[in-house]
Protein backbone atom coordinates (compact mmCIF):
# COMPACT_ATOMS: atom_id res chain seq x y z
CA UNK A 1 0.00 0.00 0.00
CA UNK A 2 1.20 3.58 -0.96
CA UNK A 3 2.01 5.76 2.15
CA UNK A 4 -0.25 8.10 1.43
CA UNK A 5 -3.32 5.31 1.39
CA UNK A 6 -1.83 3.66 4.23
CA UNK A 7 -2.47 7.09 6.08
CA UNK A 8 -6.03 7.86 4.82
CA UNK A 9 -6.66 4.12 5.80
CA UNK A 10 -5.36 4.99 9.43
CA UNK A 11 -7.41 8.10 9.32
CA UNK A 12 -10.38 6.59 8.68
CA UNK A 13 -9.73 3.88 10.99
CA UNK A 14 -8.89 6.23 14.10
CA UNK A 15 -12.20 8.32 12.84
CA UNK A 16 -14.91 5.31 12.91
CA UNK A 17 -13.21 4.06 15.81
CA UNK A 18 -13.66 7.53 17.68
CA UNK A 19 -17.21 7.64 16.65
CA UNK A 20 -18.23 3.67 17.26
CA UNK A 21 -16.33 3.82 20.48
CA UNK A 22 -18.60 7.17 21.34
CA UNK A 23 -21.63 5.52 20.51
CA UNK A 24 -24.11 3.77 23.29
CA UNK A 25 -23.81 0.88 22.83
CA UNK A 26 -19.97 0.83 21.71
CA UNK A 27 -19.42 -0.62 18.02
CA UNK A 28 -16.84 -0.78 15.30
CA UNK A 29 -17.70 -1.43 11.95
CA UNK A 30 -16.75 -4.83 10.71
CA UNK A 31 -14.59 -4.09 7.76
CA UNK A 32 -11.28 -2.79 9.80
CA UNK A 33 -11.45 -6.71 10.86
CA UNK A 34 -9.39 -7.69 7.81
CA UNK A 35 -6.27 -6.20 7.94
CA UNK A 36 -3.59 -8.89 7.03
CA UNK A 37 -3.32 -11.08 10.01
CA UNK A 38 -7.49 -10.69 10.26
CA UNK A 39 -7.67 -12.24 6.30
CA UNK A 40 -5.38 -15.20 7.54
CA UNK A 41 -7.32 -15.92 10.87
CA UNK A 42 -10.79 -15.49 8.19
CA UNK A 43 -9.07 -17.79 6.15
CA UNK A 44 -8.83 -20.51 8.97
CA UNK A 45 -12.06 -20.34 10.00
CA UNK A 46 -13.63 -21.30 6.76
CA UNK A 47 -11.75 -25.22 7.51
CA UNK A 48 -12.91 -25.12 10.73
CA UNK A 49 -15.88 -27.74 11.48
CA UNK A 50 -17.93 -25.47 13.24
CA UNK A 51 -17.85 -23.20 10.12
CA UNK A 52 -20.39 -24.54 7.96
CA UNK A 53 -21.13 -21.54 5.33
CA UNK A 54 -17.81 -22.12 3.06
CA UNK A 55 -17.62 -25.59 2.59
CA UNK A 56 -21.64 -25.36 2.29
CA UNK A 57 -21.70 -23.07 -0.37
CA UNK A 58 -18.81 -24.66 -2.24
CA UNK A 59 -20.85 -28.07 -2.02
CA UNK A 60 -23.74 -26.11 -3.19
CA UNK A 61 -21.65 -24.64 -6.34
CA UNK A 62 -20.00 -28.08 -7.14
CA UNK A 63 -22.73 -30.46 -6.44
CA UNK A 64 -25.58 -28.35 -8.34
CA UNK A 65 -23.39 -26.92 -10.86
CA UNK A 66 -24.88 -28.06 -14.28
CA UNK A 67 -28.60 -26.75 -13.14
CA UNK A 68 -26.64 -23.50 -12.48
CA UNK A 69 -24.78 -23.42 -15.46
CA UNK A 70 -28.17 -24.21 -17.22
CA UNK A 71 -29.74 -21.49 -15.80
CA UNK A 72 -27.09 -19.16 -16.74
CA UNK A 73 -26.51 -20.02 -20.20
CA UNK A 74 -23.34 -19.08 -21.86
CA UNK A 75 -21.24 -16.14 -22.44
CA UNK A 76 -21.54 -14.45 -18.92
CA UNK A 77 -19.34 -11.78 -18.10
CA UNK A 78 -18.62 -12.77 -14.74
CA UNK A 79 -18.11 -9.85 -12.37
CA UNK A 80 -17.20 -10.82 -8.90
CA UNK A 81 -17.60 -7.80 -5.74
CA UNK A 82 -14.94 -8.46 -3.59
CA UNK A 83 -13.26 -12.04 -4.74
CA UNK A 84 -11.02 -12.90 -1.65
CA UNK A 85 -8.43 -16.03 -3.51
CA UNK A 86 -10.97 -16.41 -6.39
CA UNK A 87 -11.76 -19.76 -4.83
CA UNK A 88 -15.23 -19.75 -5.74
CA UNK A 89 -15.02 -17.98 -9.22
CA UNK A 90 -12.98 -20.82 -10.33
CA UNK A 91 -15.72 -23.23 -9.45
CA UNK A 92 -18.46 -20.87 -10.91
CA UNK A 93 -16.50 -20.39 -14.28
CA UNK A 94 -15.80 -24.08 -14.67
CA UNK A 95 -19.13 -24.68 -14.56
CA UNK A 96 -20.31 -22.10 -16.86
CA UNK A 97 -20.37 -22.38 -20.61
CA UNK A 98 -17.89 -19.89 -22.39
CA UNK A 99 -18.00 -17.25 -19.97
CA UNK A 100 -16.86 -14.14 -21.99
CA UNK A 101 -14.69 -13.06 -19.06
CA UNK A 102 -13.93 -12.75 -15.48
CA UNK A 103 -14.20 -9.12 -13.67
CA UNK A 104 -13.00 -9.43 -9.89
CA UNK A 105 -13.82 -5.85 -8.39
CA UNK A 106 -11.92 -4.96 -5.03
CA UNK A 107 -11.16 -1.35 -3.17
CA UNK A 108 -7.61 -2.86 -1.89
CA UNK A 109 -5.68 -3.42 -5.32
CA UNK A 110 -3.20 -5.55 -3.60
CA UNK A 111 -6.62 -8.09 -2.87
CA UNK A 112 -6.76 -8.26 -6.44
CA UNK A 113 -3.78 -9.85 -7.66
CA UNK A 114 -4.31 -13.33 -6.00
CA UNK A 115 -7.71 -13.81 -7.58
CA UNK A 116 -6.73 -12.15 -10.77
CA UNK A 117 -3.79 -14.64 -10.88
CA UNK A 118 -5.38 -17.61 -9.52
CA UNK A 119 -8.33 -17.28 -13.32
CA UNK A 120 -5.35 -16.66 -15.01
CA UNK A 121 -3.77 -19.40 -14.32
CA UNK A 122 -7.02 -22.09 -13.81
CA UNK A 123 -8.48 -20.58 -17.51
CA UNK A 124 -5.32 -19.48 -19.48
CA UNK A 125 -6.92 -17.56 -22.50
CA UNK A 126 -9.95 -16.06 -20.40
CA UNK A 127 -10.11 -11.92 -20.02
CA UNK A 128 -9.61 -11.40 -16.61
CA UNK A 129 -10.37 -7.15 -16.09
CA UNK A 130 -9.62 -6.16 -12.74
CA UNK A 131 -11.72 -3.07 -11.27
CA UNK A 132 -10.25 -1.10 -8.46
CA UNK A 133 -13.22 0.09 -6.86
CA UNK A 134 -15.51 0.41 -3.79
CA UNK A 135 -18.23 -1.98 -4.69
CA UNK A 136 -20.77 -0.45 -2.27
CA UNK A 137 -20.50 2.63 -4.39
CA UNK A 138 -21.88 2.88 -8.27
CA UNK A 139 -18.66 2.04 -10.78
CA UNK A 140 -17.90 1.96 -14.15
CA UNK A 141 -17.04 -1.88 -15.67
CA UNK A 142 -14.12 -1.97 -18.40
CA UNK A 143 -16.00 -1.07 -21.84
CA UNK A 144 -13.94 -4.59 -23.20
CA UNK A 145 -17.60 -6.24 -21.52
CA UNK A 146 -19.05 -5.03 -24.81
CA UNK A 147 -22.92 -6.68 -25.38
CA UNK A 148 -21.88 -9.97 -23.20
CA UNK A 149 -24.95 -10.67 -20.98
CA UNK A 150 -23.19 -9.76 -17.60
CA UNK A 151 -23.51 -12.09 -14.29
CA UNK A 152 -22.58 -10.44 -10.86
CA UNK A 153 -21.21 -12.68 -8.43
CA UNK A 154 -21.49 -12.33 -4.37
CA UNK A 155 -20.88 -15.76 -2.88
CA UNK A 156 -20.02 -16.10 0.66
CA UNK A 157 -23.15 -14.43 2.21
CA UNK A 158 -21.15 -10.93 2.66
CA UNK A 159 -24.39 -9.56 2.30
CA UNK A 160 -25.31 -10.99 5.55
CA UNK A 161 -22.81 -8.73 7.30
CA UNK A 162 -24.54 -5.40 5.72
CA UNK A 163 -27.37 -4.23 7.52
CA UNK A 164 -30.61 -4.74 5.90
CA UNK A 165 -31.24 -1.40 4.36
CA UNK A 166 -27.48 -1.40 3.37
CA UNK A 167 -28.06 -4.88 1.57
CA UNK A 168 -30.69 -3.53 -0.36
CA UNK A 169 -28.75 -0.49 -1.15
CA UNK A 170 -25.71 -2.57 -2.11
CA UNK A 171 -28.21 -5.07 -4.49
CA UNK A 172 -29.86 -1.77 -5.94
CA UNK A 173 -26.58 -0.10 -6.86
CA UNK A 174 -24.98 -3.09 -8.20
CA UNK A 175 -27.94 -3.55 -10.31
CA UNK A 176 -27.17 -0.31 -11.86
CA UNK A 177 -23.66 -0.95 -12.52
CA UNK A 178 -24.51 -4.55 -14.29
CA UNK A 179 -27.09 -2.71 -15.91
CA UNK A 180 -30.61 -3.71 -17.01
CA UNK A 181 -31.38 -7.39 -18.13
CA UNK A 182 -28.14 -8.39 -16.01
CA UNK A 183 -27.97 -11.54 -13.25
CA UNK A 184 -26.54 -11.79 -10.02
CA UNK A 185 -25.75 -15.29 -8.25
CA UNK A 186 -25.68 -14.51 -4.45
CA UNK A 187 -24.63 -16.65 -1.60
CA UNK A 188 -27.30 -16.24 1.80
CA UNK A 189 -26.82 -18.28 4.91
CA UNK A 190 -30.36 -19.33 6.51
CA UNK A 191 -31.81 -19.07 9.49
CA UNK A 192 -31.21 -22.21 11.57
CA UNK A 193 -30.87 -23.60 14.64
CA UNK A 194 -29.21 -21.11 17.59
CA UNK A 195 -26.52 -23.60 18.84
CA UNK A 196 -25.43 -24.53 15.18
CA UNK A 197 -25.00 -20.49 14.86
CA UNK A 198 -23.02 -19.37 17.73
CA UNK A 199 -21.17 -22.72 17.42
CA UNK A 200 -19.58 -20.93 14.01
CA UNK A 201 -18.84 -18.15 15.29
CA UNK A 202 -17.45 -19.07 18.42
CA UNK A 203 -15.22 -22.46 17.41
CA UNK A 204 -13.54 -24.75 20.08
CA UNK A 205 -9.67 -24.03 18.77
CA UNK A 206 -10.89 -19.85 19.38
CA UNK A 207 -9.76 -19.17 15.95
CA UNK A 208 -13.02 -16.62 15.84
CA UNK A 209 -12.18 -15.50 19.02
CA UNK A 210 -8.27 -14.39 17.98
CA UNK A 211 -9.91 -13.38 15.14
CA UNK A 212 -12.48 -10.55 17.00
CA UNK A 213 -9.71 -9.46 19.92
CA UNK A 214 -7.37 -9.10 16.56
CA UNK A 215 -9.29 -5.82 16.06
CA UNK A 216 -8.32 -4.68 19.49
CA UNK A 217 -4.26 -5.00 18.18
CA UNK A 218 -4.88 -3.37 15.00
CA UNK A 219 -6.43 -0.52 17.07
CA UNK A 220 -3.26 -0.59 18.88
CA UNK A 221 -0.66 -0.78 16.17
CA UNK A 222 -2.43 1.78 13.51
CA UNK A 223 -4.60 4.11 15.99
CA UNK A 224 -2.18 4.47 19.15
CA UNK A 225 -4.95 3.08 21.23
CA UNK A 226 -4.16 0.86 24.47
CA UNK A 227 -6.15 -1.89 24.60
CA UNK A 228 -5.73 -4.54 27.15
CA UNK A 229 -6.43 -7.60 24.88
CA UNK A 230 -6.54 -9.70 28.23
CA UNK A 231 -9.15 -7.51 29.64
CA UNK A 232 -11.92 -8.25 26.95
CA UNK A 233 -13.30 -11.75 25.36
CA UNK A 234 -15.12 -12.74 22.20
CA UNK A 235 -18.60 -13.61 22.19
CA UNK A 236 -20.91 -14.74 19.81
CA UNK A 237 -24.75 -14.45 20.46
CA UNK A 238 -27.73 -15.00 18.15
CA UNK A 239 -30.10 -11.95 18.12
CA UNK A 240 -33.45 -14.18 17.22
CA UNK A 241 -35.37 -10.68 16.86
CA UNK A 242 -32.96 -9.50 14.13
CA UNK A 243 -31.84 -13.22 12.86
CA UNK A 244 -28.53 -12.33 13.13
CA UNK A 245 -25.54 -13.39 15.05
CA UNK A 246 -23.59 -10.94 16.58
CA UNK A 247 -19.97 -10.91 17.35
CA UNK A 248 -18.88 -9.07 20.93
CA UNK A 249 -15.81 -8.07 22.63
CA UNK A 250 -16.76 -8.02 26.31
CA UNK A 251 -15.09 -6.10 28.91
CA UNK A 252 -14.02 -8.29 31.68
CA UNK A 253 -13.63 -5.40 34.08
CA UNK A 254 -13.67 -1.35 34.33
CA UNK A 255 -11.10 -0.06 32.65
CA UNK A 256 -10.19 2.71 30.40
CA UNK A 257 -8.85 3.09 27.26
CA UNK A 258 -7.02 5.75 25.03
CA UNK A 259 -7.68 6.27 21.54
CA UNK A 260 -7.14 9.47 19.45
CA UNK A 261 -6.59 11.59 22.23
CA UNK A 262 -9.39 10.98 24.00
CA UNK A 263 -10.29 8.11 27.00
CA UNK A 264 -13.42 5.56 26.67
CA UNK A 265 -14.70 4.11 30.03
CA UNK A 266 -15.82 0.16 29.88
CA UNK A 267 -18.07 -1.18 32.87
CA UNK A 268 -17.33 -4.60 33.66
CA UNK A 269 -19.56 -6.42 31.07
CA UNK A 270 -19.91 -3.69 28.98
CA UNK A 271 -19.27 -5.07 25.22
CA UNK A 272 -18.21 -3.39 21.85
CA UNK A 273 -20.56 -4.18 19.10
CA UNK A 274 -17.87 -5.70 16.17
CA UNK A 275 -19.61 -7.60 13.21
CA UNK A 276 -23.40 -8.84 12.44
CA UNK A 277 -23.92 -11.74 10.09
CA UNK A 278 -28.03 -11.69 9.50
CA UNK A 279 -29.39 -15.11 8.08
CA UNK A 280 -32.50 -15.60 5.69
CA UNK A 281 -35.37 -17.55 5.51
CA UNK A 282 -36.04 -18.98 1.68
CA UNK A 283 -39.22 -17.54 1.80
CA UNK A 284 -38.40 -13.98 2.56
CA UNK A 285 -35.33 -13.68 0.48
CA UNK A 286 -37.17 -12.34 -2.82
CA UNK A 287 -38.71 -9.66 -1.23
CA UNK A 288 -35.71 -8.62 0.37
CA UNK A 289 -34.08 -9.04 -3.72
CA UNK A 290 -37.13 -7.23 -4.91
CA UNK A 291 -37.27 -4.11 -2.87
CA UNK A 292 -33.68 -3.51 -4.74
CA UNK A 293 -35.67 -4.55 -7.85
CA UNK A 294 -34.41 -7.98 -8.60
CA UNK A 295 -36.49 -11.02 -9.35
CA UNK A 296 -35.52 -14.62 -7.79
CA UNK A 297 -35.57 -16.74 -10.66
CA UNK A 298 -33.78 -19.57 -8.59
CA UNK A 299 -32.73 -20.66 -5.50
CA UNK A 300 -30.46 -23.86 -4.82
CA UNK A 301 -29.60 -25.26 -1.34
CA UNK A 302 -28.10 -28.50 0.45
CA UNK A 303 -30.02 -31.43 2.19
CA UNK A 304 -29.80 -29.65 5.52
CA UNK A 305 -30.84 -26.51 3.99
CA UNK A 306 -28.13 -24.70 6.03
CA UNK A 307 -27.21 -22.40 2.80
CA UNK A 308 -28.35 -20.79 -0.25
CA UNK A 309 -27.72 -19.28 -3.42
CA UNK A 310 -29.34 -16.88 -5.54
CA UNK A 311 -30.05 -16.37 -8.72
CA UNK A 312 -31.92 -13.33 -9.52
CA UNK A 313 -32.76 -11.46 -12.44
CA UNK A 314 -32.62 -7.63 -12.91
C1 LIG B 1 -17.26 -12.61 5.64
N1 LIG B 1 -18.48 -13.00 6.36
C2 LIG B 1 -19.48 -13.52 5.45
C3 LIG B 1 -18.25 -13.86 7.53
C4 LIG B 1 -19.59 -14.23 8.21
O1 LIG B 1 -19.84 -15.42 8.36
O2 LIG B 1 -20.37 -13.34 8.52
C5 LIG B 1 -17.34 -13.19 8.55
C6 LIG B 1 -17.11 -13.99 9.80
N2 LIG B 1 -17.10 -13.52 11.01
C7 LIG B 1 -16.85 -14.48 11.87
N3 LIG B 1 -16.74 -15.60 11.24
C8 LIG B 1 -16.88 -15.32 9.91
Redesign the pocket.
Known sequence: MSGTTEASQRAALLADAVSGLSASPKTLP?KW?YDAEGARL?EE??RLPE?Y?TRTEVAILTGQAEAIAEAIGPGAAVVEFGPGDGAKAELLLAALRAPACYVPVDIAPEWLEGAASRIAAARPGLPVLPVVADFTQPFALPRRLGTAPRLGFFP??????FEPAEATAFLRRARETLGAGSRMLLGA?LVKDRAVLEA??DDAAGV?AA??LNLLRRLNREAGADFDLAGFRHR?VWNTERER?E?HLVSLRPQRVRLGGREFAFAEGETIHT???HKYRPERFPALAAAAGWRAAAMWTDPARLFSVWLLEG
Open positions: CLFITYPGSTIGNDAYTFDAVMESS
